[in-house]
């Protein structure tokens, strides 16, 4: 032992001291290498190792940071992180508290989604035998996506134009950014607990790898694959793919397409139905043409010549059936197509662009909520005034109640 001059330390004493050195001495440090021994706590943090041909140090990403990552770290992986050096007491292990992992280049995110891919394949989320047709005439249509975005606009636009008796539902949710992927899969399972639907759309516009991530996130993945609904992945332009379309039961190219996809057009089936109509007239003529042809086969053999009154009159009686269902015949086409015509006329009566054509307007808040009484209204409130040809944003000065 030393003399009575020299400070004898503990060794928290001692860990302090080098906690404070190195704490103070470094400030915030950027650092690049290889992910290994990624363990993500079921507290939320993630705790790993990076590394590079020479060295390791351990580092950290505490829980209130590690749900803004827009990808799922793992080993192998190349990344550069921010945070600061901080000292673990307990073990006297010094680490990187990280603030922000990123992908040391857009293909280690290609790399995370390739890999994610081939995981949920393995398991046969993307099986093609289990994916379930549309329903050909849907009642009720479920859309989940941004309130906001243009994909929403494009997608009520579309359905209204072509199918304007159906019933949507919009679920709002975020597309990117910190939480979004988590909205979406509630907002699955809330269309599938809670509405009646029979087609469910999920997606949003397009734009890079990172904007279109939440779509590439595994919870989101299995929502859409338990889902009991039928699903229609409508996530950005035709080139962009994204693991929401792998799994889903359509995958549709843009969200125009989606709406096509999903509900026929009202011509197409008035069409359909005068089609129908010619062909079973011609049938039933047909029908009669060929037992008129049997008859006078008949009547013209010598084992009829003697009875050729009667045949006459099974003759005249014939004629006059085929002149009474011909007329029937058309009796009922032209009420059918009148009962077409009047279903068509009401479809267009109900299609919420006709009214705004008429002069009204549709009046929303900031969340793309339909405002249906004054009461809904404040002072300096701002609002959407959504007319047959345009939006206009405006906002309230005065409130007048009747």
Not at 197 to 206: P, T
Request: glycine content about 6%; proline content about 4%; some cysteine.
């Amino acid at each position: 032992m030393g003399s009575d001059s020299e400070q004898i330390l503990t060794v928290i004493e001692l860990t302090r001291r080098i906690k404070g050195v190195l704490e103070l001495g470094f400030g915030d440090v950027w650092v690049m290498g290889e992910v290994s021994n990624c363990k993500y706590h079921t507290s939320g943090h993630i705790y790993f190792t990076l590394k590079d041909e020479s060295a390791q140090i351990s580092a950290v990403m505490w829980r209130s940071r590690a749900t803004g990552l827009i990808f799922r770290l793992s080993d192998g992986m190349k990344v550069t992180v921010r945070g600061r050096i901080t000292v673990y007491e307990p073990r006297g292990n010094y680490q990187i508290d990280c603030f922000q992992i990123q992908p040391a280049g857009r293909g280690e995110l290609q790399l995370a989604f390739e890999r994610l891919k081939q995981k949920l394949d393995a398991e046969g989320l993307f099986a093609e035998e289990r994916k379930r047709p549309l329903p050909p005439f849907p009642q009720r249509i479920v859309i989940v996506t941004s309130p906001t975005g243009a994909a929403i606009r494009d997608l009520l636009s579309v359905i209204g134009r072509r199918y304007p008796c159906v019933e949507v539902v919009i679920l709002p949710v975020r597309v990117q950014g910190i939480g979004s992927a988590e909205e979406i899969v509630r907002a699955i399972l809330t269309a599938n607990e809670h509405l009646e639907a029979d087609v469910l759309i999920v997606g949003r516009g397009g734009g890079s790898l990172e904007d279109l991530w939440a779509f590439n996130e595994e919870i989101v993945a299995r929502a859409i694959y338990n889902s009991r609904i039928p699903v229609v992945s409508a996530v950005g332009h035709e080139v962009d793919f994204t693991i929401a379309d792998f799994v889903a039961d359509l995958r549709a190219p843009t969200p125009s397409a989606a709406a096509e996809l999903v509900v026929p057009e009202r011509l197409e089936l008035i069409e359909s139905v005068d089609r129908s109509l010619v062909a079973a007239t011609r049938a039933l003529l047909r029908s009669v043409s060929d037992a008129r042809h049997r008859i006078a086969s008949l009547t013209g053999s010598r084992s009829f010549n003697r009875p050729i009154d009667l045949v006459h009159q099974r003759f005249q009686k014939i004629d006059d059936m085929t002149h009474r269902l011909v007329q029937a015949l058309d009796h009922w086409y032209a009420l059918s197509r009148r009962d077409v015509l009047s279903i068509a006329k009401r479809l267009e009566s109900i299609n919420p662009a006709a009214v705004l054509h008429r002069g009204y307007a549709i009046v929303r808040d900031d969340k793309g909520r339909a405002l249906t009484s004054v009461t809904l209204l404040a002072q300096d409130q701002n609002i959407t005034i959504n007319f047959h040809d345009g939006d206009a944003d405006a906002v309230v000065r005065t409130v007048h109640q009747s």
